[in-house]
């Protein structure tokens, strides 16, 4: 997919494809109004008979259109243009490229929509992110593809001028660190596991400039990770800590991001049922997020401090697997009495935000597909925001509300912590009953990050799309890798 940016007028453009936007209830656009009149007022004709509306996500394909040089038109319904936002537009451009993509459109052109409050930067990131979305797919494995990506897409839009493309750049980079995080997710267990994700990270630093350190098992042990560990024992797959650094901040604090890289959570001995098993290639999103994020700001080369920490384990069942009773000692000291072996992500967790404080973290995101409890709080768009510090968690909310990525807070009253009180340890690894699921987790990692400013974004829900709608498809989402980047681009 090679995306440029051009001002030519739309009727000139020779493409397979040409895509034009409509706001609802509204005038055509200068640029699309011009179109028109070169196709004798086709579009508004069809707006007259109720054909197009402009409703959000509306697709009217117009074949063999004569009067302008594209083999077809697409016209897009954009919703209200007093509404219009990043989500908005970027599903729109999502809509657009997964209807497209269902067959082969080696040229697309795409005019940018106009006239909305957004900055032109915002509708630039906001296309761009809907088309890598839209094009990206969890067929990975299918003998043949049945999406095909654009050759050559062009973006049309009033004046190409320099900051535009400098939007167009950025835009790129993010929305293939996206499909990178799509891709790690929809890879099958089989071959994604500790030491293979461990291995990608590795070949991704190299490519960008990162600085990768990779701990294997002997490593981990000398580093103290023993909860970690533990977790990695029941599984013939031997456990990985991916740290890569991204040091273009000179004397700046660091920002440190952690991910939950369970390549597959069967549930330990706490075994689970199938049909919850069924997805749990997924537990590794967080990992995932960490590595596309770092990926794209490697590529900006962002003149900040960033650590990305990816804890890699399996979580199985064996005769070496921990048992419920058993007690760990953490890397920090405090220990954990293991009450369900399906609880593993804040055990992983624990010692890698122990070693992100111990590497100077100014300040701590750590992502993780945590609980079911923050599905059944937030719904699956949704991810639960925990965090030690009100501060912190603000700007963490306001860069995921910059780019369309939506989290919600949780509280983080003390009196949570009475609910992982144990009879024999420091604290145990479940709150004991259902309640407050997606809390008691967070208040348990809590306890690994000193008083450095931290947030915990549990990514239970949107980090995977149990069914395809028309804006994606099925499987992994790639979400929140915006909102970590617009966090380092602002930090
Ligand atoms: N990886 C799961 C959480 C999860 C559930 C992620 C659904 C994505 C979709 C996690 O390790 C887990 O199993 N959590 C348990 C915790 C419980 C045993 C305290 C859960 O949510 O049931
Ligand atoms: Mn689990
Ligand atoms: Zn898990």
């Known amino acids: 997919m090679h995306l440029s940016l051009q001002s030519t007028p739309l009727h000139e453009i020779a493409a397979d494809w040409l895509v034009v936007g409509v706001w609802e209830k509204d005038t055509l656009s200068e640029s699309v109004a011009q179109l028109d009149a070169k196709l004798g007022s086709l579009i508004a004709r069809l707006r007259e008979q109720g054909d197009i509306v402009g409703k959000a996500k509306e697709l009217t394909p117009i074949y063999q259109p004569t009067g302008i040089a594209a083999k077809r038109l697409l016209v897009v319904g954009l919703g209200p243009r007093d509404k219009a936002d990043f989500a908005g537009v970027l599903g729109a451009f999502a809509v657009m490229a997964k209807s497209l993509s269902a067959k082969a459109c080696p040229r697309l052109a795409i005019a940018l929509p106009q006239g909305s409050s957004l900055s032109d930067e915002a509708v630039v990131q906001a296309s761009v992110h809907g088309l890598f979305q839209g094009t990206s797919t969890a067929g990975l494995r299918k003998s043949k593809t049945e999406r095909t990506p654009p050759d050559a897409i062009t973006l049309l839009a009033s004046s190409a001028s320099g900051s535009l493309h400098t939007s167009l750049r950025r835009a790129e980079i993010e ?15 089989c071959d994604m596991y500790p030491e293979s994700f461990a291995e990608r990270a590795s070949t991704i630093a190299n490519q960008v400039g990162l600085t990768v350190r990779v701990l294997d098992e002997s490593q981990l042990l000398a580093e103290r990770m023993n909860a970690l560990l533990a977790v990695a024992c029941g599984s013939d797959r031997p456990p990985r800590l991916v740290t890569l650094e991204h040091r273009l901040g000179g004397a700046k604090p660091t920002l440190a991001l952690v991910g939950k890289g369970v390549t597959f959570d069967s549930g330990g001995l706490s ?18 997020t960490v590595l596309g994020a770092m990926q794209a700001i490697a590529e900006l080369k962002l003149p900040v401090n960033v650590i990305g920490i990816m804890a890699l384990v399996e979580n199985m069942p064996s005769g070496k697997a921990m048992k419920l009773g058993d007690v760990l000692k953490t890397r920090n000291g405090k220990t954990i009495e293991v009450l369900n072996t399906d609880a593993e992500g804040r055990l992983i967790l624990a010692d890698a935000l122990a070693y992100a404080v111990d590497l100077k973290a100014a300040n701590i995101v750590d992502l993780a597909t945590l609980t079911g409890a923050c599905l059944v709080a937030l719904g699956s768009d ?12 603000a700007k963490v909310l306001a860069a995921g509300e910059a780019v369309g990525e939506r989290a919600w807070q949780l509280p983080m009253f003390p009196q949570y912590r009475e609910m992982i009180k144990s009879d024999v340890a420091d604290m145990r690894n ?9 809390i008691s987790a967070a208040k348990l990692l809590e306890e690994f990050v000193a008083d450095v400013p931290w947030v915990h974004l549990d990514i239970a829900g949107p980090a995977w799309a149990e069914r395809e709608n028309a804006t994606r498809e099925s499987g992994g989402t790639g979400s929140f890798v915006r909102t970590l980047v617009e966090l380092a681009r602002t930090y």
Do not use: F, Q
């Not at 075994?271 to 995932?288: F, Q, V, W």
């Not at 949704?382 to 968690?393: D, Y």
């Not at 479940?430 to 997606?438: D, E, N, P």
């Open 175 to 189: 929305g293939r660190a996206a499909n990178l995080t799509r891709e790690l997710v929809n890879m099958p267990p």
């Open 271 to 288: 075994l689970k049922s199938t049909e919850h098993m069924i997805d749990m290639k997924c537990d590794m999103a967080g990992a995932a």
């Open 382 to 393: 949704v991810a639960g925001l925990m965090t030690n510090n009100a501060g912190w968690g």
């Open 430 to 438: 479940t709150g004991g009953s259902r309640y407050a699921g997606a």
